[in-house]
């Protein structure tokens, strides 16, 4: 084959990650402590391609995601294609699309790839990973408290303390009648067009500075009503407005049901958004408490209307996105990540080439009795094997050379205490579940 | 929210698939299978994003895959990008980018998802998942035989019999240098240029008629050579021929190895190409032996000059690729797939709602000790709740009500045999795994 002379780069693509296996260590400490909580409260999993149709995303997902965010592309067909953004819109297609087989209430979880084009950065990169957890199909109080629940276990499983992490709370119909209730009590009005670009800009809130934020809330509404919202459109009146809305005593009734159950670092946070337009009731965000870095971790909300997309009924639905990276930089801070350990538990060092075939029925016997065992084929020195073994993170490395043929005794290196046990071949595996477990 | 009119399509993108829970639980029943195999053998996972620098696939990759069957577009930065077709040029990136400190030998495997852009048919869709275990810095047979092993444990583990499959073997370096030797018999010569063709001719050759395979032989070779190529190019003659090629006695010597290694079903198939330009040396496919459909269900091979891709030294590398399309096929129709049972082991069925929180405080406690449990929370009728865990292919319902909560007494329903026991709440876990384990 005629060698080729220009050079492909050794970097991924821009904003992505390559994952080694002590980087795969990680993800898995996280999604399978993930999966671990929610198989257990009932969730199913589901999966469905990256790929979508670019409609899905038309109506419902925001506009700063559709329109600068996604990447699009069309097809060798001439299909206009979506790598998907976020999850939600996939799995209520797919609901849809079965609505009448499926047998409601739906508890579903899937642990998808997303991606997103922005300029990479702390926090946010081009792809990540994220558990999506649903429940549809239950529109009562006690679907976003399970929901919330989850959310928590979720932390809890990672090791946090209630003391890490607060549970920030709104309601997304709460927001515009407490507006429209102090727009009322000031004799003025907001038309609906205002309070969905109010949500809109509120949710931008953060990313701006004061006065930008006031001029664009005078833009939009006007002079008189945007200096009564930026006057009192406060946690504490809307506290009071809340009262009195149409949405508020179910909202209220979260919150006091959340502290029944036990659950005690949750928050009303009147200015909490979040970004997606499909949200219609609940939603919530949990955040770091860490003063230097107090983050959204992740969160979600009620999305009740996202199957008109469809030309379906509404369907109740809640649930949340976890991404891997802002909880990868929590566990860190917080020193909540377990030390690298090789899938590998034993690495079998061949001391000349004619112990191999000894040492790969050896390791056969090993396997199935469940032990994860790695041979040396490469006939190197067994000092250089034993720095392999070590070097991968292997906890165990065995010898197997002429003497342990003759005894049936092998040494079983632990390489990170440099201990060393003289065994037979049939305590082997005990031994080594023994420190393992 | 303003509604919009426009509804968005309910199927996926064409050509790939959605995993609904019960589609879903035959991908982790092949993919938790092969987990547990080739980590038994010593593979540790790494992953990487989707996406890749374009230039990634143009020197090694097929010619027809890149330029027919790669997704590819250019970013919002004006990056070439592409959806990675196979996973192999990624890790061999991803090894060449950290050569000097990973510790070789290496033994990598990946679940990813491909991407190629085909017309969907029976066994290729434009999605698929693929194991791909590689075997990195061992040039001997050894490795070769490994990997080889790891497929037929594979096949094992999935529930196949011996007679269910062949491994079909051939070797890159024999192609060409017994084609030499014949055309040398027969007072001809072979260019280069004419082996790497011939070698891409031959593995179209399933797909073309044998008139238009002859012609464009004679195109390549001339009347003379191509003459011989058609009449002589046998598998008889080729074997007569390896005894005197360079590469004949290591891949004889693999054969034999094999043999000796108690895998009873390897046979050499001089026909056997596999479309990849980069393999260098053993190549195999694992063939199933169903007369009605009697096609390659995966295959890999060696392939050692891949590295230099990146301006790197040659680097010992042999590996493989199991696609899940063509392996579920052979699982249905050797009826080898478990039939579908929920994740969720218990459905608590709430007779009232007074009852409600008892079933969520009993759920907790069961949760604890291991067992995965949904609670019915939407105050249906008893009746309709149990409809829902039996829909869902739940194994057991526990009905909570006024009198359960009186006495301390659960019905445990097992809703596949409609067997029903008494239970206090301490012996329900255990009752419950006697029956699923």
Redesign the interface.
């Known amino acids: ?1 005629p ?2 002379k ?9 904003g ?6 002590e ?2 260590f990680v ?2 400490f996280i999604f399978d402590r993930a999966r671990d909580v929610v ?15 670019s ?2 995303y ?2 419902k997902t925001s506009d700063e995601i559709v329109n600068e965010q996604t ?1 699009n ?1 069309v ?3 001439n ?1 206009k ?1 979506t ?1 998907r953004p976020e999850m939600t819109p996939t799995a209520t ?2 609901i ?3 609505r009448r087989e499926l ?3 739906l ?2 979880y899937s642990i998808p ?1 997303v ?1 997103r ?1 922005e300029r990479p950065q702390h926090g946010r990169l ?2 990540h990973w994220q558990l999506n957890c649903d429940l549809f ?2 529109p ?1 109080v ?2 976003d408290v ?1 929901i919330i629940l989850l959310a928590y276990e979720l932390m809890r499983a990672f090791g946090a303390s209630d003391n890490d992490f607060v549970i920030k709370l709104n309601n997304r119909q709460v927001i515009p009648e407490t507006l429209a209730l102090l727009a009322k009590q000031n004799g003025m009005k907001v038309t609906k067009d205002q309070q ?1 670009k109010l949500v809109r800009l509120m949710d931008k809130r953060d990313k701006m500075k004061a006065a930008e934020y006031a001029d664009l809330l005078r833009e939009l509404l006007g002079d008189k009503l945007s200096d009564v919202v930026l006057k009192q459109y406060t946690p504490e009146t809307i506290r009071r407005l809340i009262q009195e809305t149409e949405s508020g005593a179910g909202f209220l009734n979260l919150l006091d049901t959340l502290e029944s159950r036990g659950i005690p670092n949750i928050m009303h946070d009147p200015n909490l958004v979040r970004g997606f ?1 499909y949200y219609t009731g609940m939603i919530f965000e949990v955040v770091d408490t860490s003063p230097e870095n107090p983050r959204a971790l992740f969160g979600g909300g009620r999305y009740d ?1 996202l199957f ?4 379906d009924d509404p369907m109740p639905a809640v649930g949340f996105g976890m991404g891997d990276v802002r909880i990868r930089d929590f566990l860190n801070s917080r020193k909540l990540v377990p030390a690298y350990i ?3 538990d034993v ?1 079998l060092v061949v001391a000349e080439p004619e112990s ?1 075939l000894v040492a790969q029925g050896l390791a056969q016997r090993l ?1 199935r009795r ?10 190197r020195k067994l000092g250089d094997q034993l ?2 073994a070590a ?2 993170s292997i906890p165990f490395a065995l010898i197997v050379g002429e003497n342990e043929r003759k005894t049936g005794k092998y040494q079983l290196k632990n390489l990170a205490t440099k201990a060393q046990q003289e065994l037979d071949e049939k305590h082997i595996a005990d031994a080594v579940f023994e420190t393992l477990e």
Chains 1, 2 share one sequence.
């Open positions: 084959m060698k080729k220009s050079q492909a780069k050794k970097e991924p693509y821009k992505v990650r390559d994952f080694y296996p980087d795969q993800q898995d198989e257990h409260y009932g969730y199913e999993e589901y999966n469905a391609s990256i790929l979508e149709p409609e899905l038309a109506a990447y592309f097809d060798r067909g299909r294609v790598i297609r797919m849809s699309a079965r047998a409601l209430p508890r579903w790839n991606f084009y081009r792809e199909g239950v009562g006690e679907a399970e969905v337009d209307e008109e997309l469809f030309g090789s899938s590998t690495y191999l396997r469940g032990v994860t065992v790695a041979v040396d084929i490469t006939g720095k392999t070097k991968k």
